[in-house]
């Protein structure tokens, strides 16, 4: 039975609603600071938490419920002889209920606000509270989440009590929540590109997905509580809900676009790039990445760098996609768009933004920096040098391959991927892949070294002009020389980018 409950919320939502029906349900209500002005301006009987400690709020507020009265009376005991005998022997009330929020650290340290002004963000007596009526569960309900209380109040209207698994539940919450908490403040602590010895992620579920990467498989998509990123804050304008693949693939197709400042377009199938070019305008993009791979486009993911205008959305609408990424819409190309209810039209301004990235392993979880660097130095190693044309061509096939699955070849024209070729054991089968579809008289950019000759004698077979590769295999001395050999010009960029 709830006799007494402790109120101390930054986010005031629905809590007049829970402390009258607390009133109403002759519960004693004491609370803190700015929540006990709160309710006492909307006519809520409460005491101020300083009557019941006998010490005053200090420290501009950051002391208030650190006291032995408020922590014994969460976490006596009810069962326990020894704890109610010290509780009655100090004059300690237990607290039955304790409704607690966190300062909003989630959110301000993502705002343009100094350090010093984010670390005052940093909640400390909610945590402690929370964490010691989660912990006696069993005698103490604990609410952390707004989105809780009008159950809570239903069951108490019908049963006059919340069942121990309930209880449960809202202790787990409590500790899931602190738990992302403490993880984000750790994070902002240690700043960007830091291995500590602990691995701490905090992300908040944003939706639950129809399913993961099969049928069989379920799934959630968890966004980021403390970076900005392009896939948490973008707009879905039409079409159904995103899927698990969808979300990865719009990931990969809006990276891709993002490595140019010319109007560009991409298409993503199975995570990885099958069509990619430069257009005079989007919907040149557009019929220039439809042409790579007309058959691999189909149900795929379309990302642009500029606003989709009516031309594009009338060339997309004639197909079956599955998702259209792109900064803005026109009114038109968005009213066209739209006449395919299923296809998800997603509205995105923000560029990528990730520092870190994870994959899961059986039992563990690596890390990496993610691969924000292009290249490190051009270097033309042949006797022959590219022509201003096809140094663009292969700067444009090399910022493609990177996204890419390795073993990866894009070979490219005038700015667009004529052939790509991903996802192989080894180099020379993505070299043929690509070379097959692309024909001949282009360029070839590979993620990483040349092993063997074998792909600079496969360019030389389709007449290949230029090669830019990473460099730094023991034997590029025989790839140098079979280029030499042909007239073909290659440039090393001392970077690899390999993408497994």
Known sequence: MIKRALISVYNKENILKLAKFLIDIDVEIISTGGTYIYLKDNGIKVTEISEVTGFEEMLDGRVKTLHPVIHSGILAIRD?????????????????????NLYPFFEKVQEDISFEEKVEFIDIGGPTMLRAAAKNFKDV?????????????????????????????????????????????SNFLFGDNEYPDYLSLSYKKSMDLRYGENPHQSAAYYEANVEKGAMKMFIQLNGKELSYNNIKDMDIAWKVVNEFEETVCCAVKHNTPCGAA???????????????????????????????????????????????????????????LKTKKNLRVIKCSVKPNKSLELVSVDGGILVQQSDNKFIDELTVVTESKPS????????????????????????AQNGVAKGIGGGQVNRIWAASEALDRAKDGIVI????FFPFSDVALEA???NIKAIIQPGGSIRDKDSIEVCNE??????FTGVRHFKH
Do not use: W
């Not at 704890?83 to 237990?94: A, C, D, T």
């Not at 108490?156 to 984000?184: H, P, T």
């Not at 663009?392 to 070849?409: P, R, T």
């Open 445 to 448: 950019a590979s993620d990483a």
């Open 80 to 100: 326990n002889k020894e704890h109610m005998e010290v509780l009655h022997k100090k004059n300690i009330m237990p607290i039955d209920l304790v409704v607690v």
């Open 141 to 185: 309900l604990v609410l952390s989440d707004t989105k809780d209380y009008d159950g809570i109040i239903e069951q108490l209207k019908e049963k006059g009590s919340v069942s121990l698994e309930a209880r449960r539940k809202l202790a787990g919450k409590v500790f899931n929540l602190i738990s992302a908490y403490d993880a984000a403040v």
């Open 486 to 491: 042909h007239g073909i010009s290659m440039i």
């Open 278 to 336: 430069i257009g005079i305008d989007v919907c040149d993009a557009y019929i220039k990445t439809y042409e790579c791979d007309p058959v691999s486009i189909f149900g795929g993911i379309v990302a642009f760098n500029k606003k989709v205008d009516k031309a594009a959305a009338e060339e997309m609408a004639k197909i079956f996609l599955e998702v259209v990424i792109a900064p803005d819409y026109d009114e038109e190309a968005l009213e066209i």
């Open 388 to 411: 201003e044309e096809e140094l663009k061509d292969l700067i444009f096939a090399m910022k493609v391959v990177k996204y890419v699955k390795s073993n990866a070849i894009v070979a």
């Open 460 to 462: 030389a077979k389709y």
